[in-house]
């Protein structure tokens, strides 16, 4: 419990100091001035989007590998938060957009394609409220989750690939791209401080999902031997007390 | 500073987000734990 605290308290400390940093250390851009301090945010959600899918796609093939529970746990976890951190992405986007483009969103490749990574993401989550059988519901979330993941590659190259409102790719993207070095320096803290937030949040989340498989397996037994899991599965001062 | 108020939503949605989604964990966790505690009770009682 002590480590943890130390672990949130130092996350919360490098969150002060990159925020500090991306409003008052970083440049000013020469063309879009202060709007463009949203890309310190803005990218760093998406990274942290992109590893948080990864540990996703990642787990749900060791899932359909090995058949363990806890790859499905670390699955709907990664998928979870990279939903969140997917919603963070597209809500900054349009707030850059607006002031910079004149427009909130635009359907161009880039655009387009995160936001059917979202809506695919999003039906996973959906699809596992649907399914009751824990192994049913555990196998098909992996194959979706695999399925989805393939949009992932379609996100990082649309800008690459295709023309798109969206600028084009300022770190490898080409001859004519590029960083200044103290933006460079501020956007890489950001994309560590928001991974760390990723982390933490998933382990908690993970945690949580390892939790209800306990629930699940103790309601599993309660029924086998014949009692009424239900009894009071929901009574107000229990959830009261659970709070 | 000039467009002030999307530099600083921006900033707020990103931790606003993530402060009530580990809230929402938090709160998922106790309830989880609330429950498992029940279980094993209603085990042992019978």
């Given at each position: 419990?002590?480590?943890r605290?130390?672990?949130?308290?130092?996350?919360?400390?490098?969150?002060?100091?990159?925020?500090?940093?991306?409003?008052?250390?970083?440049?000013?851009?020469?063309?879009?001035?202060?709007?463009?301090?949203?890309?310190?945010?803005?990218?760093?959600?998406?990274?942290?989007?992109?590893?948080?899918?990864?540990?996703?796609?990642?787990?749900?093939?060791a899932?359909?590998?090995?058949?363990?529970?806890?790859?499905?746990?670390?699955g709907?976890?990664?998928?979870?938060?990279?939903?969140?951190?997917?919603?963070?992405?597209?809500?900054?986007?349009?707030?850059?957009?607006?002031?910079?483009?004149?427009?909130?969103?635009?359907?161009?490749?880039?655009?387009?394609?995160?936001?059917?990574?979202?809506?695919?993401?999003?039906?996973?989550?959906?699809?596992?409220?649907?399914?009751?059988?824990?192994?049913?519901?555990?196998?098909?979330?992996?194959?979706?989750?695999?399925?989805a993941?393939l949009?992932?590659?379609?996100?990082?190259?649309?800008?690459?690939?295709?023309?798109?409102?969206?600028?084009?790719?300022?770190?490898?993207?080409?001859?004519?791209?590029?960083?200044?070095?103290?933006?460079?320096?501020?956007?890489?803290?950001?994309?560590?401080a928001?991974?760390c937030?990723?982390?933490?949040?998933?382990?908690?989340?993970?945690?949580?999902?390892?939790?209800?498989?306990?629930?699940?397996?103790?309601?599993?037994?309660?029924?086998s031997?014949?009692?009424?899991?239900?009894?009071?599965?929901?009574?107000?001062?229990?959830?009261?007390?659970?709070? | 500073?000039?467009?002030?108020?999307?530099?600083?939503?921006?900033?707020?949605?990103?931790?606003?987000?993530?402060?009530?989604?580990?809230?929402?964990?938090?709160?998922?966790?106790?309830?989880?734990?609330?429950?498992?505690?029940?279980l094993?009770?209603?085990?042992?009682?019978?």
């Amino acid at each position: 419990m002590k480590a943890r605290i130390t672990i949130t308290a130092l996350v919360a400390l490098l969150i002060f100091c990159a925020g500090y940093a991306a409003l008052f250390i970083a440049p000013d851009e020469a063309t879009m001035h202060a709007i463009q301090r949203i890309f310190y945010f803005h990218v760093a959600s998406w990274n942290a989007m992109f590893c948080a899918f990864f540990v996703a796609f990642y787990a749900s093939v060791a899932y359909l590998v090995t058949g363990k529970r806890k790859w499905d746990a670390l699955g709907v976890s990664g998928v979870e938060v990279g939903v969140i951190c997917c919603t963070i992405g597209l809500i900054t986007g349009p707030l850059w957009a607006r002031p910079v483009w004149g427009i909130w969103w635009t359907w161009d490749a880039k655009l387009t394609s995160t936001f059917i990574l979202w809506l695919l993401f999003i039906a996973y989550l959906l699809l596992r409220g649907l399914v009751e059988d824990p192994e049913k519901k555990a196998s098909l979330s992996a194959v979706f989750a695999i399925f989805a993941s393939l949009d992932i590659p379609l996100v990082y190259l649309a800008n690459r690939l295709w023309r798109t409102q969206h600028p084009q790719p300022v770190i490898a993207g080409g001859p004519d791209s590029g960083l200044d070095p103290m933006i460079g320096k501020v956007l890489l803290f950001c994309l560590i401080a928001e991974f760390c937030v990723m982390i933490l949040v998933l382990l908690d989340r993970y945690r949580l999902e390892m939790l209800r498989n306990d629930a699940a397996e103790l309601r599993y037994e309660i029924e086998s031997r014949g009692l009424d899991a239900s009894d009071n599965a929901a009574t107000p001062a229990l959830q009261k007390g659970g709070e | 500073m000039k467009n002030f108020e999307f530099l600083f939503t921006a900033w707020m949605v990103v931790w606003a987000v993530f402060f009530i989604y580990e809230f929402s964990i938090a709160r998922r966790i106790a309830q989880t734990r609330a429950e498992i505690e029940r279980l094993k009770q209603q085990l042992q009682q019978r």
